[in-house]
T-cell receptor
Framework: QQQVKQSPQSLIVQKGGISIINCAYENTAFDYFPWYQQFPGKGPALLIA???DVSEKKEGRFTISFNKSAKQFSLHIMDSQPGDSATYFC???????????WGAGTKLIIKP | KAGVTQTPRYLIKTRGQQVTLSCSPISGHRSVSWYQQTPGQGLQFLFE???????NKGNFPGRFSGRQFSNSRSEMNVSTLELGDSALYLC???????????FGPGTRLTVL
């Protein structure tokens, strides 16, 4: 019940296209859902995060869509650019335990 | 504010040896988490320390241990190294109750 399932494992998108990465969870106590971006040789960095009181959050070209009833959330990258090529991780946590539960990661490649 | 620093950045050891990795969190952050990342794998949670106490622990053997000092700096130790311990070890700090974790660049450990 503590798992966060992330898909796909890898994704290739043409420049200018939309990249979509999905995550699903079981624990209904989760109330914080971040996405992290990791470039080769670097540690992950927070990209965008959402709490379940909203269904969507947008920051520039990055949008989180959250479906509480389906227990799913997804990252959309609009107008994908080669510089977006990285590994993306979703995660979740609840207030009683600040430990983040991580998805397995998605390697995104944007083809020029 | 200075970011999370990890030392050393690279380390080569042989099987059977032990190793100690160091992490200095962002000033004011009292929580430090450690992760193991292997090629193509996600982030495997090792443990989390808060105010010098281990608050959460992942599913790793007892060869992996850690501690946190009064200044929030943390160390992790791996004894009796195995080839499979070769990985990138990431440290992340946070300031509860905020969930965002700030990662260091990692220590690349190679076991020969």
């Amino acid at each position: 019940q503590q798992q966060v399932k992330q898909s796909p494992q890898s994704l290739i998108v043409q420049k200018g296209g939309i990249s979509i990465i999905n995550c699903a969870y079981e624990n209904t106590a989760f109330d914080y859902f971040p996405w992290y971006q990791q470039f080769p040789g670097k540690g992950p960095a927070l990209l965008i995060a959402i709490r379940p009181d909203v269904s969507e959050k947008k920051e520039g070209r990055f949008t989180i869509s959250f479906n509480k009833s389906a227990k799913q959330f997804s990252l959309h990258i609009m107008d994908s650019q080669p510089g977006d090529s990285a590994t993306y991780f979703c995660a979740a946590s609840d207030r009683s335990n600040y430990q983040l539960i991580w998805g397995a990661g998605t390697k995104l490649i944007i083809k020029p | 504010k200075a970011g999370v620093t990890q030392t050393p950045r690279y380390l080569i050891k042989t099987r059977g040896q032990q190793v100690t990795l160091s992490c200095s969190p962002i000033s004011g952050h009292r929580s430090v988490s450690w992760y193991q990342q292997t090629p193509g794998q996600g982030l495997q949670f090792l443990f989390e320390y808060f105010s010098e106490t281990q608050r959460n622990k992942g599913n790793f053997p007892g060869r992996f241990s850690g501690r946190q000092f009064s200044n929030s700096r943390s160390e992790m130790n791996v004894s009796t190294l195995e080839l499979g311990d070769s990985a990138l070890y990431l440290c992340a700090s946070s300031f509860p109750p905020h969930n965002e974790q700030f990662f260091g660049p990692g220590t690349r450990l190679t076991v020969l």
